[in-house]
């Protein structure tokens, strides 16, 4: 079938649904995504290529779909592009930001639409290994609470210290935590996934009994066949659709465990977050004070090297010695070269942090890190000899399964701080050619008790570079879509942040939203006297401003803050009527909070939300349940992120505006998230109030309007 055929057959698919949907009315806008996304899905070329050079290079297709809210992008993208799959052979990966949306694609709307489509097909949730317990570490601890005398070195020792200092009431509950957890999965009442608990435990609870991919032996560990990741592995396999975040994505980039990306099709859903993760995914850190971990798995490779017959622990006294050394150096010289930096204005130890002009490290850095380079490498060279002789022994003597992987486990809870340490001595030590992108490179210190810990970090500042080079190397065939790809009105800057600026494969669709938000929705441009950049007087008069509004309103509204310190002085200025109508993030759980407020408003109550960030982005609250939102100040960027700031050194350094290139579009982008949450349906009436006037007052201000809904904007003088 030709690239045309199939793109037609995807595209009746799609036709198919929407006409066998109950009360669905046809959207052009939905149906011009569809087509492009079979367009863009037809014309890859999947799978092995000749090899020998005499054929056609394999075509790759991306497209970049901004789909407005209301499009409806999840069945507009999954329609085609499941039909497509199905047709080729192939399956297709959805991989989207937050698990919310994964969520909702895997318990709503792929469930709908399997029950339309002519042909049946199967798909499965994909979530990182740490999401599920470990059957091994759980029965270990649920017997005691801790680990068996023989296995306590498989905590690290920060956790043994804190296992120390606690309380012996929260040890007996850790146990019959434990203990609980270990009957209701022996029963089936619980699946082993920590976000189908009730109520998801907390990191430090999680952590000792979630599987790692360091510790774990595969098929060679004696609880393989009761093991919660790898039956949710085996869901995977026999799924034509999967459903995954961008962390996974990025982070198992060649490791097998989500189809390969030259043989399917991805979609990126919530794609606007992609850069940012990608950022994230590719940083790196080590702890230059915390070192006692060495000498411990140190004396674990000498032991299990031993009973081997490993001839690679030869040398590992003398990795173990220098590593430790060469750490302790590095942070008496950190502290020598960037000490006063690192006191606070109070003159005590930290937190605080000092970045590194230019990506240029002090000259007497440099070696330390070289020997540091070279040691981790020869030590995880040994380790790695250890590993294949221990899953050769798994091999040869099932028998002996149990203890070989509790030996296994002991080298792989560490193993991983020696690789971080690699990583990011690695990247430290990469110099930038002249006029080269440079690396971020900072120092941290902080106090835990009466200790000092000093960190390196180290992150690539170009999310589309990395991208380019660890993901669209291995595509073929995407779809990137969100409700804001464009910024202050043209897609340029998601596509240098994604690295397809310039891509010939790439082609951009704006698909707008069926709302008439003129007539729907007004923007109130609320002024004040005070200047935005003096944070005093302008949260003042701001919080006045705000106090004035909110009382008027009759049902649902949202309130976004740009500081936590700017959400409290909000808080602290409420009347004593006013409080019981308004909720705080973090005062309450987020879905409790959120039950709260559909409560208020379904009894005819008042009910403003108080949020930051992550509220003003995802939230779904149609009609009554949000008829304003507020904006107190345009939600610029913190200015004290240390990527942020090596990016902005060099744009500067090759003299180009980082204000204007990067502080701008990327605002931009924020700021229409935020008024996004206004309107949500056709029948929505909405007013958004924002009080900074920079964004009628300043150039950039109306570059920002161009990237916002067309409401009818009404301008407001100060109160």
């Known amino acids: 079938m030709s690239p045309k055929e199939w793109a037609a057959q995807a595209l009746q698919a799609f036709d198919a649904v929407v006409q066998a949907t109950d009360g669905f009315r046809s959207r052009a806008g939905q149906r011009r995504m569809a087509e492009q996304v079979a367009h863009t899905f037809s014309n890859a070329t999947l799978g092995k290529v000749d090899e020998d050079g005499d054929g056609d290079a394999p075509t790759r297709s991306i497209a970049v779909i901004q789909a407005g809210t209301g499009v409806g992008k999840s069945l507009a993208y999954c329609a085609p592009a499941i039909a497509l799959a199905l047709a080729r052979g192939t399956r297709v990966l959805i991989s989207t930001a937050t698990v919310a949306l994964q969520e909702q694609l895997v318990h709503k709307d792929l469930p709908a639409l399997a029950a339309r489509m002519p042909q049946p097909f199967k798909f499965a949730l994909a979530k990182g290994r740490g999401r599920y317990v470990c059957k091994l570490k759980l029965d270990r601890l649920a017997g005691t609470g801790e680990a068996d005398a023989a296995d306590d070195d498989l905590f690290a020792e920060e956790e043994a210290a804190e296992r120390a200092k606690r309380p012996r009431q929260e040890t007996e509950a850790r146990i019959q935590f434990y203990s609980t957890m270990a009957q209701t999965l022996s029963k089936g009442a619980w699946d082993g996934d920590r976000d189908s608990l009730e109520t998801p435990p907390e990191p430090e609870v999680w952590s000792p009994v979630a599987a790692e991919g360091a510790s774990c032996t595969g098929k060679h560990c004696p609880a393989f066949s009761q093991c919660t990741y790898y039956d949710k592995r085996k869901e995977l396999v026999g799924a034509q659709v999967i459903v995954a975040n961008h962390d996974l994505l990025l982070s198992s980039l060649g490791a097998r465990v989500l189809p390969e990306l030259d043989n399917c099709l991805l979609v990126l859903d919530e794609a606007h977050h992609l850069p940012a993760t990608a950022l994230q995914q590719f940083a790196c850190s080590m702890d230059l004070s915390r070192i006692t971990w060495i ?162 970090h180290a992150s690539p500042i170009l999310p589309g570079t990395t991208l380019r080079n660890h993901l669209w190397s291995a595509v073929r065939g995407a779809v990137l879509t969100s409700a804001t790809l464009t910024s202050c009105g043209s897609f340029d800057f998601f596509l240098r942040e994604t690295g397809l600026h310039g891509d010939d494969a790439t082609t951009t669709l704006e698909v707008a939203s069926p709302f008439d938000y003129a007539a729907q929705g007004t923007l109130v441009a609320a002024e004040t006297r005070a200047d935005p ?140 998230q935020w008024v996004g949450r206004a309107i949500r349906t056709e029948e929505d009436q909405a007013h958004v109030y924002c009080y900074d006037k920079r964004l009628t007052r300043t150039s950039y201000g109306q570059r920002l309007l161009k990237g916002l809904p067309p409401f009818a904007l009404q301008q407001r003088a100060a109160l």
Not at 375 to 401: C, N, V
Not at 640 to 658: C, M, N
């Open 295 to 456: 000498e411990r798995l140190s004396s674990r490779g000498l032991r299990i090297g031993a009973l081997l017959e490993v001839e690679e622990i030869a040398d590992i006294p003398k990795h173990a010695a220098q590593l430790r050394q060469t750490l302790q150096d590095l942070a008496r010289i950190v502290m020598d070269v960037y000490g006063t930096a690192l006191k606070s204005q109070k003159d005590t130890w930290g937190p605080a942090r000092v970045r590194v002009p230019r990506g240029e490290l002090p000259e007497q850095l440099i070696a330390p890190l070289g020997l540091l380079a070279a040691s981790s490498e020869g030590f995880l060279e040994a380790l790695r000899a250890i590993s294949k002789a221990l899953r050769a022994e798994m091999r040869d003597k099932p028998d002996e399964a149990k203890r070989l992987s509790t030996l296994y486990a002991q080298i792989g809870m560490l193993a991983p701080r020696l690789e971080e340490l690699h990583a990011t001595a690695q990247l430290l030590l990469q110099d930038a050619p002249e006029g080269a992108v440079p690396a971020s490179k900072w120092f941290t210190l902080e106090t835990d008790g009466d200790f000092i810990v000093v960190k390196a």
């Open 533 to 672: 950049k003096n944070a005093a007087q302008f949260t003042a008069e701001m919080v006045d401003a705000l106090l004035h509004d909110i009382a008027h309103v009759e049902y649902g509204a949202l309130v976004l803050f740009t500081s936590r310190e700017q959400m409290r002085q909000a808080v602290d200025a409420l009347p004593t009527a006013m409080r019981s109508v308004v909720l705080v993030q973090n005062a309450l759980p987020r879905t409790q909070l959120l039950k709260r407020h559909r409560e208020r408003v379904d009894n005819g109550e008042p009910s403003v939300i108080f949020g930051m960030q992550s509220f003003g982005e995802g939230l779904d609250l149609p009609g009554r349940l949000c008829e304003s939102v507020f904006i107190t100040k345009l939600p610029f960027a913190p200015p004290d992120d240390p990527v942020g700031e090596a990016r902005a050194e060099w744009l500067r350094a090759v003299g180009r505006d980082p204000f204007s290139e990067l502080v701008v579009p990327a605002t931009a982008i924020r700021l229409a």
